[in-house]
């Protein structure tokens, strides 16, 4: 016998099998419960009974839904919990006109079962004018009201959602709006930083919208701040900002933060790197109040590969300090700088008479070179060009006055973080040299807010920054079987099943 006929008999040994289960089973439903047409229908009423039992009870429990996508937008995170789960006071969510279906409904009964302080509330605007009237909601349209005694904020659906112009992607911010808004009208105390303007190509308005977002999501109130007008830093500023001044401060100018330092102020500053011979006295006078030397024309640049993104030795990949600023970046993606600058301080001698401190924050890896010479082409370092680590990001603290034991009073403190790099937390889009976006690490802008943390004196300096608004299906594989078999097989069997009754009955005929 040859190999097809042997195969001809297996196949058709294996028809037959399948027939004779078919058969099998159709005899057995017969013989027990399509003889007596009563037996069916409490069968069906039995099925109908337990599908409605699961549901009620499933309701009743009131799951979590079950997030899929890829960065959890739907799941509250660990962080988020951590913040809300102390509340002590009693916070009421209103959610006007939205329905019980929707997903932001479902991500906020998530913070009832963290805090039982915290409860929620959803209500058409016809059934609460109150709320409608109190709170200025339009007519027709929808909003989100976070309610503490007095203290209040209203959300809008645009405010739950961002453009990152780095990434080129719609992002979803709903529980850091949340999140902010609850701790926001719980707190005691909201710092206040002010970014100052009139000196930088960015702001708040124009390429730093973003950071903006997160710093307000971080529970913040940020403004900006023209000290040319007020000729003084508001007393109610917690941190100063300055990003990359362009040209140098007037004389008042100057004055002011100078005088903002000696009464214990913060500042955060960005420097970007210089390609030419600029004329700062008086910025270099501030920053030499804390021991920073004026910046040398050039840039930082890398040798080693992993150290540098797309092997362009402009983009490097730097080493992150585990210090009380960065230490919850240790174990991050990392951050991307492009074209960054060093930072050279004064000898410790000279720091010591100046009574400040320096902790490094963001260092280059030891295999990197100080570029000047812009009219070099080679990758590696030339002649005078010394391979070693720079610092990129430092923080000074300058003890204004010391403490006093007999008074009590405590020593004035004013403290500087200083990166030497500015456009990494702007919404800048960066390219390679083969003109593709480069998606900016999140992480980025994780070192701004963090810092601000620091020096504005918070606990907690990140809440909850999820990196893209895109839903990604990212199922387990055991969890992707069960959903394979809830499409596709149990489907099946019910069409089979619908077959194999209507071949019975039409037997019985």
């Known amino acids: 016998m040859n190999k097809e006929n042997k195969e001809l008999i297996e196949v058709k040994t294996k028809e037959k099998k399948i027939h004779k289960f078919i058969n099998k089973f159709i005899e057995i439903i017969k013989k027990k419960w399509l003889i007596n047409g009563t037996k069916t229908v409490i069968l069906v009423a039995a099925i109908l009974a337990i599908f409605l039992t699961i549901n009620i009870v499933m309701k009743s429990l ?78 027709g349209a929808s909003g989100i009201i976070v309610e503490c005694g ?28 949340l999140t902010a808004s609850l701790l926001l009208v719980t707190a005691e105390i909201v710092p206040k930083v002010y970014f100052l303007t ?62 903002y330092i000696n009464k214990g102020g913060n500042i955060l500053w960005f420097q970007n790197a210089i390609a030419q011979n600029m004329d700062l006295p008086n ?7 804390y021991g920073i030397k004026p910046f040398e024309i050039g840039v930082i640049r890398e040798t080693d590969e992993n150290k ?26 990392g951050i991307i700088l492009l074209d960054a600058t060093k930072i050279n301080t004064e000898e410790d001698s000279k720091l010591d008479e100046l009574k400040v401190q320096k902790t490094e924050l963001v260092k280059s890896s030891e295999n990197s070179y100080f570029r000047s010479n812009f009219y070099l082409t080679s990758n590696e370092p030339q002649e005078g060009e010394e391979k070693k680590s720079y610092t990129i990001g430092q923080m000074m603290e300058k003890t204004i006055t010391e403490a006093n034991e007999e008074t009590g009073e405590r020593a004035k403190v004013s403290k500087l973080i200083i990166y030497g790099e500015g456009y990494f937390i702007s919404d800048i889009p960066l390219s390679t040299g083969g003109g593709d976006p480069v998606i900016i690490y999140r992480q980025n802008r994780d070192v701004a807010i963090d810092s601000i943390a620091y020096l504005s004196n918070k606990s907690e300096g990140v809440i909850s920054r999820k990196r893209t608004g895109t839903v990604t299906y990212s199922a387990t594989e055991t969890e992707n079987n069960v959903i394979l078999v809830i499409i596709f097989a149990v489907p099946i069997i019910i069409i089979i099943s619908g077959i194999i009754v209507w071949i019975v009955r039409r037997r019985r005929k």
Do not use: H, W
């Open 62 to 139: 009131d799951l979590t839904p079950i997030d899929l996508s890829q960065d959890k937008l739907y799941t509250l995170s660990d962080d988020s919990k951590r913040l809300v789960k102390n509340i002590a006071k009693t916070v009421k969510m209103y959610f006007v006109e939205y329905s019980e279906d929707d997903t932001i409904i479902d991500l906020a009964k998530q913070y009832t079962k963290v805090n039982d302080n915290i409860s929620i509330e959803v209500a058409k605007a016809n059934d609460r004018p109150d709320l409608v009237q109190k709170y200025g909601i339009e007519t």
């Open 150 to 177: 007095d203290k209040y904020k209203v959300l809008s659906p645009d405010e739950l959602v961002t453009f990152n112009n780095s990434s080129f992607e719609t992002v979803d911010v709903s529980e850091e709006k």
């Open 198 to 259: 009139g000196y930088s190509n960015l702001s708040l308005q124009n390429g730093l919208q973003y950071l903006n977002v997160y710093l307000q999501n971080d529970i913040n109130e940020v403004k900006s701040v023209d000290i040319l007008a007020t000729e003084k830093v508001p007393e109610d500023c917690d941190t100063l900002v300055i990003v990359m001044p362009a040209k140098d401060f007037e004389e008042s100018v100057t004055n002011a933060i100078l005088e």
């Open 283 to 289: 910025v270099n006078k501030i920053l030499a109040t």
């Open 308 to 333: 540098m993104l797309s092997k362009m030795p402009d983009y490097i990949l730097p080493d992150i300090e585990n210090t009380v600023v960065t230490r919850k970046l240790q174990n991050s993606g």
